[in-house]
């Protein structure tokens, strides 16, 4: 038996042990709060470096090796003497400080294996700076911090700040068996059920191949928490599936790109979003849910609006739905639906979500065991358990390296200057204080970590977006959208790099096309402040779903002229319109002005007469 084998034994016991110990802390109190962070991070350490062991070669391999056998002597130490580095918190030995220090390294490059070096980064520059603000000038000055109150800060203060705070409990408390499920349902055959019930629901339609990949992706990616595995994942069946129906390598990518990406906003899971969401805002998970309903929709039908246009553009014949065995494909849905019931049902009922996703677990292996001819084998279970902690652990790593920034933001009041400093750049200004943001919450997102972004931004621009007037569910919902949605703003839309891998296609061109089809997402977070009622808070209700039927023609008209078709091919002019109609819809909302409405929708009319003149025209004319 070869070292790698061995080692991936090694991996899949541990993510089996490691599950049983969520799931049963899900009902027991297993250990005291710091023991059983400790022992969450543990595990995450020790899966992600075992992980990396298995995967790497030479050099590398010893390395990981190294790193893991550093981890287990740092948390090792923490579960030994928590009680002691509680008690002289602040006034640590070296031995602590030394300990401390390695664990904060160990999380950064944890981090760093998992999820890229943008976030490591960002969060050792920001974690530097007590050592640097006392030579900033305003409103960054800040007096220095010894290296060993920044260390027992960060780490073995255990003082419910740094590693072992909110963020770490919160991956715990909602986070790692979400995805444990998550990884199941798709080991389990989720993820052919999602191809199957796009194939029927959206064949038979113009564009039936790309809103296949729509419908299946929103449906997977709101399950699997990561934009770029979802893209891997569903897109290799996707891509091949438009481009053979016609679709350019471009579209193809961009279609993809835009519906995973979208997958983060979609209940009932959001991705990891609602359940950090939660976390921090002491939001009911069902709430959080219910209120991204009607964003979610409008995503997925403006995207779904690009796919049949450019079908049109391109005359994509409609593909049948023959082949899908309805009768099986009902049967199958129970390894879907009836998890996704009980999820509902328990949180609707006032449980934890920690003991939701307890049931979620076990009703998903026990569905998949009840039928003979599609059961899964023994070594499918294993592999969707070991893929679910693993990914668990890369999230959670995620958010102890977060901690790490937010601390150094409580620690130095950077947090309150960050948030200070955009109501001075903004002038107290409504609009410019949410396009600072917006703008900030893109370029740390760009990382593709759209999560990880907005438990970033939210630290400081909560606050300042309260203060202008946002109240405090849309102020989270706007940074968690625009955060989410830079994996699909160009340039860089990383999610359109692996998009335009698979499909072969140009990646800038992929890039530019995915910002068009994800139009809505660009957009949302802006009207979350101006229209209250899409997140079912509506202020002056009458005047809200008027927006919002503005916002809708909006981005109808917005993607007639991204594509350039809307019942026929549309010229330079009538494009032109569109995106005058679009601006006008869009200020009218901003400042309800009525006779921007007015001058919009009635452009919106020209354009709708004008095309099906044409269109009549082209009917009538001789062959």
């Known amino acids: 038996m070869n070292v790698e084998r061995i080692a991936s034994f090694v991996l899949a016991a541990l993510s089996l042990v490691a599950v049983v110990y969520h799931m049963l802390a899900a009902h027991v109190m297993l250990q005291d709060f710091i023991p059983l962070l400790n022992t969450h991070l543990t595990f995450c350490l020790v899966l992600i470096f075992l992980n990396g062991f298995i995967k790497e070669k030479g050099i590398k391999r010893f390395w990981c090796l190294a790193l893991l056998l550093l981890s287990l002597v740092a948390v090792g130490y923490v579960q030994l003497f928590w009680k002691e580095l509680q008690m002289r918190a602040f006034f640590n030995t070296k031995l602590d400080l030394v300990m401390g220090a390695l664990l904060i390294l160990i999380v950064l490059e944890g981090t760093r294996r998992t999820f890229g070096l943008v976030m ?3 969060v050792s520059v920001v974690v530097i700076y007590p050592f640097i603000g006392h030579i900033l000038p305003e409103p960054f000055f800040t007096r220095s911090l010894s290296l060993s109150k920044t260390i027992a800060n960060l780490s073995v203060g255990l003082q419910g700040a740094g590693i072992y705070g909110m963020f770490l409990s919160a991956s715990i408390y909602y986070v790692f068996l979400f995805v444990v499920f998550g990884a199941l349902l798709q080991a389990t055959g989720g993820t052919k059920f999602f191809e199957s019930l796009a194939r029927l629901i959206a064949g038979r339609l113009q564009g039936g191949p790309a809103l296949v990949s729509v419908v299946s992706s929103g449906l997977f990616g709101s399950l699997s928490g990561s934009t770029i595995t979802n893209v891997a994942l569903t897109g290799s069946f996707t891509i091949p599936l438009m481009k053979s129906a016609g679709y350019k390598p471009e579209h193809a990518g961009a279609v993809e790109s835009a519906a995973s990406n979208g997958g983060g906003i979609l209940p009932p899971v959001m991705g990891v979003g609602a359940f950090l969401m939660a976390g921090m805002t ?131 009041g950077l947090g ?57 569910a849309q102020a989270h919902f706007f940074i968690y959208f625009a955060c989410l949605f830079s994996g699909v703003t160009p340039p860089i839309a990383i999610a359109a790099v692996v998009a335009a891998k698979i499909a072969g296609g140009n990646y800038l061109k992929t890039a530019i096309e995915s910002g068009k089809t ?83 929708v009635g452009l919106f009319i020209l354009i709708t007469f004008s095309q099906w003149r044409k269109k009549k025209h082209d009917t009538l004319a001789p062959a």
């Open 120 to 122: 490591p980064l960002i």
């Open 518 to 600: 994800a139009a809505a997402g660009l957009l949302l977070p802006l009207m979350l402040a101006f229209i209250p009622i899409i997140m079912l808070q509506p202020v002056d209700p009458l005047s809200e779903i008027i927006k919002l039927a503005a916002f809708m023609i909006c981005l109808l008209i917005l993607q007639v002229a991204f594509v350039g078709y809307y019942v026929r091919d549309c010229n330079l002019m009538e494009r032109i319109i569109a995106v005058v109609s679009a601006l006008l819809l869009l200020i009218f909302i901003i400042v309800s002005k009525y006779l921007l409405l007015i001058l919009g």
């Open 282 to 412: 002491d939001i009911p998970y069902i709430k959080i849910c219910a209120m991204a309903i009607i964003p979610a929709i409008v995503y997925y039908l403006t995207v779904g609006t690009y796919v049949y246009l450019r079908a049109g553009q391109l005359k994509i014949p409609r593909q049948s739905s023959e082949g899908i065995d309805k009768r099986e494909l009902l049967l199958e849905s129970s390894k879907f639906f009836v998890p996704l019931m009980i999820i509902i049902i328990l949180l609707v009922s006032g449980y934890t979500v920690m003991f939701t996703a307890f049931w979620a677990v076990v009703s998903s292996i026990t569905v998949a065991l009840l039928r003979k001819k599609t059961r899964p084998s023994l070594k499918q279970f294993i592999e969707g358990f070991t893929k679910g902690a693993v990914n668990g652990g890369g999230v959670g790593l995620m958010t102890a390296c977060i901690a790490l920034l937010g601390s150094t933001f409580t620690m130095t």
């Open 416 to 472: 309150v200057k960050l948030s200070y400093s955009v109501d001075v750049w903004s002038g107290g200004y409504l609009l410019a204080a949410l396009g600072i943001i917006w703008a900030v919450s893109v370029v740390v997102g760009m990382g593709g970590i759209g999560f990880a972004a907005y438990l970033v931004v939210s630290m400081f621009a909560v606050p300042a977006l309260v203060k202008v007037g946002v109240p405090f």
